[in-house]
């Protein structure tokens, strides 16, 4: 059974920081590619940042230099580093891994920042 749990959410004043980790079981991790998305109230979910089996990174424009994607195959585990929060990165936040050669695709069940004074 595939499982993603994420963690690390939570109340943080603007400026703050925070780390989510996402521990992934049931899967060859380090062959799976890794995406951070987050959804905020009323708008459709994005893409924050992804890590390739390779270990490139990639982030969307509105986090760069602010979040850090890395992943540890032997914790199979991925982090999302979020520093300079802004409140506009209040939303919940989910981990997914992906196998694009067989079309697997697994999500965590989410884990809320808020971002707020």
């Known amino acids: 059974q595939v499982q993603l749990v994420e963690s690390g959410g939570g109340l943080v004043q603007p400026g703050g920081s925070l780390r989510l980790s996402c521990a992934a079981s049931?899967?060859?991790?380090?062959?799976?590619?890794l995406d951070w998305y987050r959804q905020a109230p009323g708008k459709q979910r994005e893409l924050v940042a992804g890590i390739t089996s390779g270990g490139d990174a990639n982030y969307a424009d509105s986090v760069k230099g602010r979040f850090t994607i890395t992943r540890d195959n032997a914790k199979n585990t991925v982090y999302l580093q979020m520093n300079s929060l802004k409140p506009e990165d209040t939303a919940v936040y989910y981990c997914?891994?992906?196998?694009?050669?067989?079309?697997?695709?697994?999500w965590g069940q989410g884990t809320q920042v808020t971002v707020s004074s």
């Open positions: 049931g899967i060859t991790f380090r062959l799976y590619a």
């Open positions: 997914n891994a992906v196998f694009r050669r067989l079309d697997f695709n697994y």
